[in-house]
């Protein structure tokens, strides 16, 4: 099944779509076990720092290139649709965080309230979208995807760091 093909590399820099996007995801939940795990309000800090870059990139990826490229079928349309909804209450959630200190006593509910509106909405990705993905698109598609994802989570990046964020 498409969704356990092992990642695609080619020349360093294309990437099976689906793999890239699950990876983003681990690597995202990996930082949350992190930031669950300490008191030391620094390291919580730096911790969310790295998750709203990480979620930033990712979301620009889906949103600019991932999404629009999967969006038009019967079977993939709505959930592509419910996807903008859910990036959008997540990036609410991050900028609510932003403005917290990690002492704040509502810090870890809304780190917890940020995990539990991600695990949805990644239980809807790699549950449903990602499988109807793989049906409809060729293994050559899903690569060259990998590539437009990538590049266009590095242009996300520069203008990011552009901003001096
Ligand atoms: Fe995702
Ligand atoms: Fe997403």
């Known amino acids: ?15 099976d779509v689906l793999n890239l996007l699950i990876e983003d995801h681990r690597t995202v939940e990996a930082l949350f076990d992190k930031i669950e795990t300490t008191d030391n309000p620094r390291l919580m800090q730096q911790y969310f720092a790295q998750i709203a870059q990480e979620l930033t990139l990712h979301a620009a990826g889906e949103e600019e290139a991932f999404y629009p490229a999967v969006g038009q079928f019967a079977s993939t349309a709505n959930l592509v649709r419910e996807s903008y909804e859910e990036h959008a209450e997540v990036k609410r959630l991050i900028n609510d965080i932003s403005f917290l200190q990690p002492t704040a006593p ?21 549950g449903e ?6 049906e409809h698109f060729s293994e050559q598609q899903c690569l060259e995807l990998g590539d ?11 203008r990011l760091l552009g901003m001096g964020v």
């Open 1 to 15: 099944m498409a969704l356990n093909r092992v990642i695609h590399i080619c020349k360093g820099a294309t990437v």
């Open 106 to 126: 509502l810090y870890r509910e809304r780190i917890a309230q940020l995990r539990a509106a991600l695990a949805h909405h990644i239980e809807e990705e790699e």
């Open 129 to 134: 979208l990602f499988p109807r993905v793989a």
């Open 148 to 158: 437009q994802v990538l590049q266009t989570k590095k242009e996300a990046k520069q």
